[in-house]
Each structure stands twice: as C-alpha cells, then as structure tokens.
C-alpha cells in the first residue's frame, strides 16, 4: 500500500527484496559483513559474488552504521548493509542504534542522490527486536528524513510475510495520523 507523505511516497510491501528494483537496497547485516542467514543470505545469494568482494574489502560495519557496494546480479544498482541491534531488553540503546541503521543508510542514499530506497524490516530477525516497537522506529526515522531536504522520492519497506506487513502497515497509517 502506498502512503503520500511530504510530497513523497512510502510503500508497505509484502514480499522478497531480492527482486525489488529500487535504486538501492538496505541490508539487514552484522558487524563483519560475513553475510548469514536470513534477509542477508537471500542477497548474497540473488546478488552473486561481486557484493561479498565489495564487503570483504570494507572489512566492518559497527553496529547502527551503514556502507554501501554494488547491487551485482540484483535488479537493484546498490545494496547498503547495515547493522541493526540485538535486543537485549530494550535498555542498551537498541533504538537509538536501530534508527541510527535507518537514518545513515537514507544519508549513504542521499550521497548518491538515488531516489529509490528498500527497507527489510532490520533487527527483527534473528537479532530478535520486536517488530511493533522496531516498525515505529523505523517508519519515524524514514518520515523526519523525508520531511528534510532529500533525493528520494520513494522508500518502500518489504516484508517478509503478511504477519510482519500487517505489523507496518498499521504503524504506517499510526504515524501518518499521529503528523496530521
Ligand atoms: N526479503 C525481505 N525480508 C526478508 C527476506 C527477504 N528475502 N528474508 C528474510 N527477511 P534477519 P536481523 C526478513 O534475521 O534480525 C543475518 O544472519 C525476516 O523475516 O534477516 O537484522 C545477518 O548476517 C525479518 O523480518 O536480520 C546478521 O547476522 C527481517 O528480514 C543477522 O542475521 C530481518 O531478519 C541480522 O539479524
């Protein structure tokens, strides 16, 4: 579902961001951009060896930063890893470090002047933050990027199950209202 907000657009999608054709796609990685399981194992397999290289060759990614490498085999031109929390109760700074992941992946975005992002749903996987509070996280830091100066015109968040959609879109139209 798509949502109009400052003169841009916020889509809610159900599906596999592997096949998502926007300009970059964000990667829900860890500190050594090993690759895994997960949102990232699916990347590294659709996207083929040319993004591993490209991590290998940055080395690290601490956690709440974002760096970006070629999109390989993806439809997409780029992927930007980065690195959200594990929940460890919520009183670690694991949101600020989550929307820390957020705001330097739209920033890596904005340096490239691409119009098109998409999100996974970072953290809420095997690094187990729940996704209600991690889906208010996320779509507050997407809307204040997108209230500033920005080169995108679009962020679309895709994910994985009608669950975890319904969890977004319910934030979405929360927050939408909440700015009214
Ligand atoms: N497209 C969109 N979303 C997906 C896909 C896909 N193809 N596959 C899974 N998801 P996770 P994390 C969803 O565990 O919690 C990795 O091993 C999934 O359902 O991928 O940030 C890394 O290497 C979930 O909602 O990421 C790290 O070690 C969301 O993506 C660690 O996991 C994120 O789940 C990162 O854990």
Not at 19 to 45: C, F, K, P, S, T
Not at 91 to 97: S, T
Not at 137 to 162: N, P, R, Y
């Amino acid at each position: 579902m798509d949502f109009e907000y400052k003169g841009k657009t916020v889509e809610i999608l159900e599906g596999d961001i592997t096949r998502i054709a926007a300009d970059a796609v964000v990667n829900a990685a860890n500190e050594g951009l090993r690759g895994g399981g997960g949102v990232d194992g699916a990347i590294h397999r659709a996207g083929g060896p040319a993004i591993m290289a490209e991590c290998r060759r940055i080395g690290r990614c601490p956690t709440g930063q974002a760096v970006i490498t070629t999109g390989g085999d993806l439809p997409a031109a780029y992927v930007i890893p980065t690195v959200g929390p594990v929940w460890r109760g919520g009183a670690r700074g694991e949101e600020d470090l989550l929307r820390s992941a957020y705001e330097k992946s739209l920033a890596l975005a904005v340096e490239r002047g691409l119009r098109t992002i998409a999100f996974p749903s970072i953290s809420t996987g095997v690094y187990g933050y729940p996704i209600e509070q991690a889906s208010r996280v996320a779509i507050g830091a997407v809307l204040d990027h997108l209230a500033g100066e920005t080169s995108l015109e679009k962020v679309i968040f895709v994910l994985f199950g009608a669950a975890d959609y319904a969890v977004y879109e319910e934030a979405m139209r929360q927050a939408i209202a909440s700015r009214a």
